[in-house]
């Protein structure tokens, strides 16, 4: 007698087959702290319209004729300051690659997911992603931006070079972008075990915390990117979940550059602001960063110190950004099954029971 199939079942071994890529992007780095390597690596980034809204021929011309040619020697000292020996690495790619490591590890059991990392500018770049997970066979993306808050100069510009590279693709894969995660209860209790885990380390308590992202002209604001808002949502969530017992939290921007006005109170003028004010002990944490990187340890924990202290501070102290701690991982992790949905498969040994011959077959009566 012929058994009888499981139609449901059946489906979904054809789905099976169907593999889904997942893009995790940061913002960029150089390969080398050399000036060269560090020129072409601003050139890319400082040529995009969503970053410098300025009139392209103008800037084009101030571009080439003046930052390239002083900025990338201030910029490759900066970046010295802070590379890694080890790796011969920025501490962005570092930090990146072991994410995209351990992801690959905690969708291990997924056999459908493929798990690849790029940078927005630099290597590897979002181009060589696709590619490697088209020959992988994924016609299905997932692409997850590692920017907490949005805003035109970070994920609008990842999403711009997604869909360039679409469009040179004869078949293009199925598209979803994870959304945002300001706010994600997830990402909020992995700031707070952050803080509470690195002032534990500390024989001494912080008066303030600087709760630091990196600013945009505020004509950018002006004009409708909603990123101030962003940022203010992830602080005044922050700050609700902290103990009662915890530093009070102050809002500040930092990375500020050229002579436009930048979203306030800066970061920088607040802590020698703050110093002269009698202020002693001050920690800063950036949590708009999913990577330590150049703007948070050379910026705020080498020259932030320095402002700091010279305006007569005595303690101060860098918390360190998720990087690729544990709940940055089930942070990514929960994000990106959010946004897979019904694009993930059951874990592989959970296929091989469904496979598995059952004891009773059921027979036409």
């Excluded at 949005?150 to 510009?157: D, K, Q, R, V």
């Excluded at 303690?315 to 701690?325: G, M, R, S, V, W």
Aim: charged share 25%; aromatic share 10%.
């Amino acid at each position: 007698m012929a058994s009888v199939s499981f139609p449901e079942q059946s489906h979904l071994f054809a789905q099976e087959k169907e593999k889904t890529g997942i893009i995790i992007v940061n913002l960029g780095t150089p390969d080398g702290t050399d000036f060269l390597s560090v020129r072409r690596y601003l050139k890319e980034f400082l040529s995009d319209q969503r970053v410098i809204e300025v009139n392209p021929i103008l800037w084009k011309l101030i571009l080439n004729l003046f930052i390239l040619t002083f900025r990338p020697g201030k910029t490759a000292k900066a970046y010295k300051a802070v590379w890694r020996k080890d790796t011969n690495e920025s501490p962005l790619r570092y930090y990146t690659r072991k994410q995209g490591e351990k992801l690959k590890s905690a969708f291990a059991d997924y056999h459908n997911i493929e798990v690849a990392w790029a940078m927005r500018y630099g290597q590897p770049n979002i181009e060589k992603a696709f590619k490697d997970l088209e020959k992988k066979g994924c016609t299905r993306l997932v692409i997850l931006s590692l920017y907490p808050q949005y805003s035109a100069t970070t994920t609008a510009t990842v999403n711009d070079e997604v869909f360039r590279c679409l469009m040179k693709m004869r078949r293009q894969p199925t598209l979803r972008i994870a959304p945002p995660y300001e706010c994600h209860p997830k990402y909020i209790q992995a700031l707070k075990n952050s803080i509470i885990t690195h002032l534990k380390t500390l024989d001494w308590k912080p008066e303030k915390i600087l709760v630091s992202f990196h600013g945009v002209p505020v004509d950018y604001i002006e004009k409708g990117d909603p990123y101030k808002v962003f940022c203010e949502r992830t602080f005044h969530t922050l700050q609700d979940a902290m103990p009662e017992n915890a530093p009070p939290l102050f809002l500040t921007f930092q990375s500020r550059f050229g002579p436009r006005e930048w979203l306030q109170p800066y970061t920088d003028k607040t802590l020698e602001a703050f110093a002269q004010e009698g202020l002693k002990k001050i920690a800063v944490i950036a949590p708009g960063f999913a990577s330590d990187c150049i703007e948070t340890l050379e910026e705020l924990k080498i020259e932030g110190c320095k402002i700091f202290e010279n305006a007569g501070g005595t303690h101060f102290t860098q918390i360190p950004c998720l990087n690729d701690n544990s709940d940055a991982i089930d942070l990514f992790t929960a994000l990106l099954k959010e946004s897979l949905g019904d694009w993930i498969n059951p874990p592989s040994k959970l296929l091989h029971l469904a496979a598995a011959p059952r004891g009773n077959t059921c027979e036409p009566q």
